[in-house]
């Protein structure tokens, strides 16, 4: 089946895993990568424009292409954190409809179907992943995300936002 078939919101979400059997596994290695340390300067977040689902191998696949791009400058020089989680299951019913079947398969219409993946659905100007960089490395950053935009297959954005808790000279934190 294509991604166009999962894209839509339509019903209720089917999160109950304890009825299925043959689970799908989650593709998403880990949420959160680089070093987390309080002194970056800019925090960047990739914001989706349109209520959808997104699968879990499609959120992967981004998370993967941005944190890429993103350690050119060194593994350390940043933190990203994937902010969604895929609970949803997605099941489908296959139906017959090959090069030797006479016609299309009639019965059992709207079955309950095999689980064939997970995906998250997300509303309109929702984040679904955010960076934490330094002021040098924040054009990379930009063009990591919209590589990572690429891969989602929704109209997204890039929110940047500057970080002011920094620390003075008596090391303290202004606000």
Do not use: W
Not at 133 to 140: A, P, R, T
Not at 158 to 173: A, G, M, P, R
Request: aromatic share 8%; proline share 3%; charged share 30%.
């Amino acid at each position: 089946m294509k991604g166009v078939n999962y894209r839509e919101t339509k019903g209720m979400p089917y999160v109950r895993r304890e009825y299925i059997s043959g689970k799908p596994q989650l593709k998403i290695a880990r949420f959160s990568s680089g070093q987390s340390k309080v002194d970056y300067d800019y925090k960047l977040q990739l914001i989706v424009s349109e209520k959808m689902q997104i699968r879990h191998n499609a959120l992967e696949a981004a998370r993967l292409a941005a944190n890429k791009t993103m350690a050119q400058a060194g593994d350390m020089s940043f933190f990203s954190r994937l902010t969604v989680y895929p609970h949803l299951v997605l099941r489908e019913n296959k139906m017959i409809a090959t090069a030797g079947a006479d016609r299309l398969q009639e019965g059992m219409r709207r079955a309950f179907g095999k689980a064939t993946g997970l995906a998250a659905r997300v509303k309109p100007e929702q984040s679904i992943f955010e960076a934490y960089v330094l002021k040098e490395n924040l054009d990379l950053a930009k063009r990591g995300f919209k590589v990572a935009s690429s891969k989602l297959g929704c109209p997204t954005s890039v929110k940047v936002t500057e970080i002011k808790n920094k620390l003075t000279e008596d090391n303290q934190y202004r606000v």
